[in-house]
């Protein structure tokens, strides 16, 4: 990725995970809101459990998947010596990782859709929630990364390193 700044590093991240969290809530919202106009496609409740478990099965299957490239690939990357290759392959692997969360709080939507049952707006709020909690910022890049001194300063700062005996 191309970023002129750290700060527009962080300001790109931060709005593509935006859209990444608001797209599935607003075809959560559309789905909702036009459910009472058609009925349920899955009424019955061996059918409603039997698409619970695949859809879980999937997700977990799925995040699973992406969690363990994550910390393979992160392994890879805290080995670069740059820090704006070590930004880079952050940047993507964040992005896969928001990307798969998204896919599966637009099941849990088209699910909902088809049941209209309630369980699985429960699970879409804690995708919602968790997504929350792993949200990409400065900190949870130092952190990742135990950036330490100059860097970790540069990167809070958002690359405005200032001096302690700077003169005017």
């Known amino acids: 990725m191309k970023f002129l700044s750290i700060k527009e590093y962080f300001y790109k991240l931060n709005t593509i995970g935006f859209i990444l969290l608001l797209m599935p809530l607003m075809v959560f919202i559309f789905l909702y809101y036009t459910l009472p106009e058609n009925v349920p496609m899955v009424s019955d409740q061996e059918q409603e459990a039997t698409l619970l478990l695949i859809v879980l099965v999937i997700f977990f299957i799925d995040l699973t998947t992406v969690h363990w490239l994550w910390s393979v690939k992160m392994k890879k990357i805290e080995k670069e010596i740059e820090l704006a290759k070590r930004m ?48 990409p910022s400065a900190s949870a890049f130092c952190k990742h990364f135990r950036l330490h001194g100059r860097e970790r300063e540069m990167i809070m700062t958002g690359g405005d390193v200032v001096t302690k005996n700077k003169r005017r």
Do not use: N
């Open 88 to 135: 880079d392959g952050y940047y993507s692997l964040t992005i896969m990782k928001m990307v798969m969360y998204c896919a599966g709080s637009l099941m849990m939507a088209f699910a909902f859709y088809l049941t209209s049952s309630m369980m699985f707006t429960a699970f879409f709020l804690a995708i919602s929630i968790v997504i929350a909690f792993q949200w």
